[in-house]
């Protein structure tokens, strides 16, 4: 595991190491330097600060990016489920900085590496509607336990789309999952199926750019998981995710 971090500003590039803390029973990183990379909505490199705080108990604690200003642009509010779970509580971007592109991509990379560096299981959180896109991009995964709540998902916002061919195999695997017999629709692996079904649907949104268009909004939104072992699946995407905002952290195979 590499532990620099690369933190570019104008022309000059500084490396200084990811450190870490353990006051009470977590592991923290120390202040973290990183960038958001130009893209169409930031015209220039965004230069962040990104620090964790211990909270009022050994089971809470928050992350927080300020950017080059020491102006706060977000914060995340994380507590610890049973050694072995980080739960999302809030994660918030200043509705007057939102335009600073990058900052909850960063927060939520913060909270990766310290899920691994802790050796937890997985991370959980209730994501809004507006927001479930976003946390699908970092592989986070629809964990709905009711089947009639997964059914008005699939058949509301699924199945609409069946004659577009962008969601043709989507909405095979829909049909089929929505015509089951009726003793199957209680099972633990139906529900499995349902939820990786409309994790399928939210990743061709994506793929196809079509999560920002008012009529593929989800609405009210579900609980989402992000597991250490589709994190250490995923590894290449995550690592280039932390070498495009300048974390210079690779997820080695000693993580697995």
Known sequence: MI??????????????????????KLKLF?????????????LKNRDYFVRIE????????????????????????LSIKNNKTIYNDNIDVNSERRKYAGAGSIMT??????????NMEKIELHSLGQAVYF???????????NADDLKDYIAGDVMI???????????????????KDKSSKSSENYISEGNNILYQYLQ???????NRHR??????????VLTRQNILYDKNYFNNLFKKFGIDYQISDSFC
Request: aromatic share 12%; hydrophobic share 30%.
């Open 3 to 24: 532990n620099n971090i690369s933190y570019t500003s104008g022309k000059q590039t500084n490396f200084c190491g990811i450190t870490f803390r353990q006051p009470k």
């Open 30 to 42: 120390n202040e973290i330097f990183c960038s958001a990379p130009i893209s169409k909505n930031n």
């Open 54 to 77: 211990n909270g009022y108990t050994d089971n809470d604690f928050s992350i927080k990016i300020d950017d080059n200003d020491f102006n706060e642009i977000g914060t995340s509010v």
């Open 109 to 118: 990379l913060g909270e990766i590496i310290t899920m691994l560096e802790n």
């Open 135 to 145: 946390h699908s991009k970092f592989k986070f995964r629809p964990a709905l336990t």
């Open 161 to 179: 789309r069946e004659s577009n061919k962008k969601f043709e195999k989507v909405c095979n695997m829909a049909k089929q999952w929505l015509n």
């Open 204 to 210: 061709t949104v994506n793929a196809n750019k079509l």
């Open 215 to 224: 009529e593929f909004e989800i609405y009210p939104g579900f609980d989402m």
